[in-house]
């Protein structure tokens, strides 16, 4: 069975300290591995990776896949209020055009100003 | 380009009574899913449409919950009867996966509570 981890459950931490997030994961025919921001409903997509040791970035969030290690990292730093959400980590298998996406439970991310 | 639509946003029904969700997704992308996402858990996908069939529902309750996409555009997603764990919110997405490049895109989602 598939299965994606996510690690811490939840965080607290103060603006402006550097965070990370895990995720490690068990899938079969593995095609990619997408990072989404949740706040309110709708998950909101952040980096997908498909290739080990290639680090993505978008501003203070970075994001990197080690394929042996069957994980990946989310780094914010210098956090900010507007950081506080669910962090969900999902995995995209390989299905000849019907791929889907397995989420982990997900990192709750508090920010206290 | 227009978001993927869900109606209602919020609901509210007593335990045993009927319940339905609708979606419509992105023009133009050919696969449909629908996600249950329980307070506290990661979605969990309940089915997976390929234009109007079904490619995978492994994980639908189908003694109470049934959906289609009939002309493979719009789906509704319906409970009945409704226990009070089905309380959660109900998330529809759609895709046009291209390598590389992420084609998932999520609707805000139906947020049901069961009394």
């Known amino acids: 069975e598939d299965k994606v981890v996510q690690s811490p459950l939840s965080l607290v931490v103060h603006e402006g300290d550097t965070v990370t997030l895990n995720c490690s994961y068990e899938?079969?025919?593995?095609?990619?591995l997408l990072w989404y921001k949740q706040e309110k409903k709708a998950p909101t997509f952040l980096f997908m990776l498909?290739?080990?040791?290639i680090e993505k970035k978008s501003g203070r969030l970075s994001s990197i896949l080690d394929k042996k290690e069957l994980s990946s990292i989310l780094n914010i730093t210098a956090t900010q209020t507007g950081d506080s959400a669910i962090y969900l980590c999902?995995?995209?298998?390989?299905?000849?055009?019907?791929?889907?996406?397995?989420f982990g439970t997900g990192t709750r991310l508090t920010i206290i100003p | 380009e227009a978001g993927v639509a869900q109606s209602p946003r919020y609901k509210i029904i007593e335990k045993r009574q009927s319940v339905a969700f609708w979606c419509n997704p992105i023009?133009?992308?050919?696969?449909l899913y629908w996600y249950q996402q329980i307070l506290g858990q990661g979605p969990k996908l309940l089915i997976q449409?390929?234009?109007?069939?079904?490619?995978?529902d492994s994980q639908l309750p189908k003694d109470r919950f049934s959906a289609e996409r009939l002309k493979g555009v719009d789906s509704t997603l319906k409970i009945q009867p409704a226990k009070l764990e089905d309380s959660a919110v109900y998330l529809c997405?759609?895709?046009?996966?291209?390598?590389?490049?992420?084609?998932?895109?999520f609707g805000s989602g139906t947020r049901l509570t069961v009394v």
């Open positions: 997405a759609s895709s046009l996966v291209r390598q590389g490049v992420d084609g998932y895109t």
């Open positions: 899938v079969t025919n593995f095609r990619s």
């Open positions: 498909t290739s080990s040791g």
């Open positions: 999902a995995v995209e298998k390989i299905n000849f055009g019907n791929e889907k996406l397995t």
């Open positions: 023009s133009g992308h050919a696969t």
């Open positions: 449409f390929q234009n109007n069939g079904v490619v995978d």
